[in-house]
């Protein structure tokens, strides 16, 4: 159970981490939306709530998270208490243990890279959380502004998270099919293997039984003898989470970096008006530039704060 809603929960994070990028495209966004493809009403304001769907994906992403964790610490104990000697390419735990309070699987998965990164990645995603919260988004937006940039590490340990291994498959089936008897495993020693399987094997056959034979299960399947041709090989499964999240990580920095090329374009202040209840209005001149809607400015004054910006409405 423990691996099924570990497995589960890491499809659900790899989807949301591929879509959460996307509402981040602003440039792409009001592109669409002044786009003559995009004629419906409905269709336009679906991408004016794309903040909402942002927000939506890194809820998800939170809950999914803490459920993954969980999965994993019931995991943890299971590798520890399953330890196989049989298979010792297929344990993750380095011995068998039975205590979640012990030394025994409290030293199995911060060895591990998925182990590590993971811890590290609940970090990062505990900080992008608390700082998005809109307590600390109204009295400090550069607190949230540089905690949620940390999602190029919490991205970069993601793909790395998958790359321990830790789950693996058979890539010899035919030559091992399971429940085979091999009678070159050190095993046999402990089981009474009857005489006539002393003599020489082929690499692989599936022949009848005697019915005078006395043989122990699980040996013998349907009154027919399974041999095997050699020991059992596994493979680590092929990372997916790449295939996922590269296509959006890379469509999100090219547009920060054509954002972050357009900022340093000159911006010509025109006038600087000061209304009531302590309302100013900017107005400004870019060349190139045409506003859409759904579009907001970052102002920064260096005379005022070095590091300090705020995000306001564009309006014409």
């Known amino acids: 159970l423990g691996l099924c809603v570990s497995r589960a929960s890491a499809s659900v994070l790899n989807l949301n981490c591929c879509l959460v990028l996307l509402p981040m495209c602003r440039v792409l966004l009001a592109f669409l939306r002044g786009s003559q493809k995009v004629a419906s009403r409905k269709s336009r304001r679906l991408l004016d709530k794309s903040k909402t769907f942002h927000v939506t994906c890194g809820v998800t992403i939170c809950i999914f998270s803490v459920l993954h964790v969980a999965a994993h610490l019931v995991n943890a104990l299971n590798f520890s208490e399953n330890y196989n000697e049989d298979f010792l390419s297929l344990n993750a735990a380095n011995y068998r243990g039975t205590s979640l309070h012990g030394s025994k699987v409290s030293s199995l998965m911060p060895v591990l890279v998925p182990g590590l990164t993971g811890v590290i990645m609940v970090l990062v995603l505990f900080l992008m959380c608390t700082a998005s919260t809109y307590a600390i988004r109204v009295s400090n937006y550069d607190i949230f502004w540089y905690t949620h940039n940390l999602f190029f590490v919490f991205y970069m340990l993601l793909m790395v998270h998958v790359s321990g291994g830790v789950l693996k498959y058979q890539t010899n089936l035919e ?97 600087v008006i000061s209304h009531p209840s302590n309302v100013l209005e900017v107005r400004m001149v870019k060349d190139d530039f045409k506003a859409r809607p759904g579009q907001y400015v970052i102002l920064h004054c260096p005379r005022v704060s070095a590091l300090e910006s705020h995000p306001f409405t564009l309006t014409m």
């Open 175 to 271: 030559e091992h099919p399971p429940g085979c008897f091999n009678p070159n495993k050190t095993l046999r020693e402990n089981v009474t293997v009857p005489r006539a399987f002393e003599e020489t094997f082929p690499d692989y056959t599936t022949e009848p039984f005697p019915e005078d034979l006395s043989i122990p299960e699980p040996f013998v399947q349907n009154n027919f003898m399974r041999i095997c041709s050699e020991e059992p090989k596994f493979q680590s499964h092929f990372p997916e989470t790449w295939f996922w999240i590269s296509g959006p990580l890379c469509l999100y920095c090219m547009e920060r970096l054509y954002r972050y090329i357009r900022s340093n374009k000159s911006v010509t202040i025109t006038s």
